[in-house]
């Protein structure tokens, strides 16, 4: 059973239009969430979190939203740049002050933003 | 700061053959992780380690598999012997709170 799903295995934005990329979860004891980027042949990049107390938390283009009720999160890029273009990856962790490194991996997004 | 180091970047093996993946941390990073990723499984944890103690090896699939943690600056993932299906690329990741920082990889082909 997959606890991270990420339903949409791609995403194709015009640039300057907003990206939304979307990520459910499934166990109840998941209470901080990671979004990463990856790029090919590189290793995953650590993006934005956020936490199980809060329902938003931004980063200049990037904006994470927790909706805990629905076990569902999403990330937006607005606006979205060609250089987005990468696999995005949501992970979830039972705790922030437990190492967030140990994750649960979606399998991922492939976004493409088209100048 | 160099990042996570790991290495090599590729390693191509023949079945049966003893492989070593090597990974040097961020220096002040407490907790250091393994992970998996192919196109079956997608990205899965194999063991990680906090402050040199292995703390979960829950992931690693079987005893073939092991991890040593040395010191703080340094980790090994072994794997003996190695098996076709163990191809994949290997991520190394430290952390300090917050999100993992991951290295390159290692691509692993065991023909």
């Known amino acids: 059973d997959q606890q991270v799903k990420q339903n949409s295995p791609s995403l194709s934005v015009q640039e300057g239009r907003i990206s939304i990329l979307n990520c459910d979860y499934t166990n109840s004891m998941f209470d901080y969430f990671l979004w990463y980027k990856k790029y090919p042949a590189e290793g995953p990049t650590f993006l934005i979190s956020?936490?199980?107390?809060?329902d938003k938390n931004e980063d200049g283009r990037f904006t994470v939203f927790l909706n805990k009720s629905a076990k569902h999160l999403s990330l937006h890029i607005v606006p979205s740049q060609p250089g987005d273009s990468a696999v995005y990856f949501c992970a979830a962790s039972p705790s922030q002050h437990t190492n967030a490194g140990k994750s649960t991996f979606g399998d991922g997004t492939t976004l493409t933003v088209k100048p | 700061d160099a990042g996570v180091i790991q290495s090599p970047r590729h390693e191509v093996t023949e079945m049966g053959q003893e492989v070593t993946l090597r990974c040097k941390p961020i220096s002040g990073h407490n907790s250091l992780f393994w992970y998996r990723q192919t196109m079956m499984r997608g990205l899965e944890l194999l063991i990680y380690?906090?402050?040199?103690?292995?703390?979960?090896d829950s992931g690693m699939p079987e005893d073939r598999f092991s991890a040593k943690m040395p010191n703080a600056s340094f980790s090994t993932l072994k794997i003996q012997p190695s098996e076709p299906r163990d191809s994949a690329v290997y991520f190394c990741a430290s952390s300090f709170g917050r999100g993992a920082f991951f290295g390159q990889g290692t691509r692993l082909t065991v023909v």
């Open positions: 956020i936490s199980s107390i809060k």
């Open positions: 380690f906090n402050n040199n103690v292995p703390i979960d």
